[in-house]
């Protein structure tokens, strides 16, 4: 059986014994993949010491289509993200990307796009940048990936009362659809403005959380309930670092 070699994030990972794991990797040419790595927290295995949420790296796997999980044999580190093992708001909106790829992308279709934006990501926050204007960018390009993208225009008139509508995926008059979503107009302009590429550094810290609300909302009517680490992304907190135990 030929291997797969390919570039790949990780977005989740379990314990399968004290030197094995269970991992699910977002790779850029294979799309969501489940592995046992065995041996993988061997320090002198094949496996980096070990595959750590949201690494960057190289897998070698053996993938047998009619199995759910697949045999990993070798993970090289590529890039490892420090700032989202550090800080509290960081690691959230890390982990909530983790999940909406694990919720909304089916196993083993390639989505090489998405997943170039989701390391390009990593890397702008890693660097400093506010992590909830680029989470914002991230969560629109994944619903369009998904074929999930809402509709923000406006046209010639704006709606007397702004509201948005899941079922149809865009903004509406509230007074004509009593039943949608009230938003602000300065929410629907922080995603119009994010959809057209505005940087991020430039949109209003308050309109940004309430689109990530509005998202966050619209994704559950798609994957149904859940979401965990993205309602606490969203939960008010002191702003400071953190470590998390065992480094």
């Not at 790829?101 to 997943?115: D, F, I, S």
């Amino acid at each position: 059986m030929p291997n797969l070699v390919d570039q790949a994030i990780c977005i989740r990972q379990w314990d399968w014994s004290e030197t094995s794991q269970t991992v699910s990797l977002f790779c850029r040419g294979h799309g969501v993949l489940r592995g046992l790595a065995k041996g993988a927290r061997r320090e002198r295995g094949s496996f980096s010491g070990g595959i750590d949420m949201l690494a960057c790296g190289e897998v070698v796997a053996v993938v047998k289509p009619d199995r759910d999980l697949q045999t990993l044999t070798q993970w090289t580190l590529l890039q490892m993200f420090r700032r989202p093992h550090d800080e509290l708001e960081t690691n959230l909106y890390g982990l909530a990307m983790a999940e909406l790829v694990h919720r909304m992308l089916p196993p083993a279709v390639p989505h090489e796009r998405l997943h170039d934006f989701m390391l390009d990501t990593l890397e702008r926050i890693e660097e400093g940048e506010r992590p909830a204007p680029l989470f914002l960018r991230f969560f629109l390009m994944l619903l369009r990936e998904t074929g999930h993208e809402p509709r923000f225009e406006v046209g010639a008139t704006p709606p007397a009362r702004f509201a948005f509508d899941p079922a149809e995926g865009g903004i509406v008059d509230c007074s004509e659809r009593p039943k949608a979503w009230r938003m602000r107009p300065e929410t629907a302009f922080a995603l119009q403005q994010t959809v057209l590429g505005e940087p991020p550094e430039n949109l209003e810290p308050d309109s940004v959380d309430r689109a990530i609300r509005l998202l966050t909302a619209y994704a559950r009517t798609v994957v149904g309930d859940g979401l965990l680490t993205l309602h606490l992304a969203l939960e008010p907190r002191p702003s400071r670092s953190f470590r998390r135990s065992g480094g």
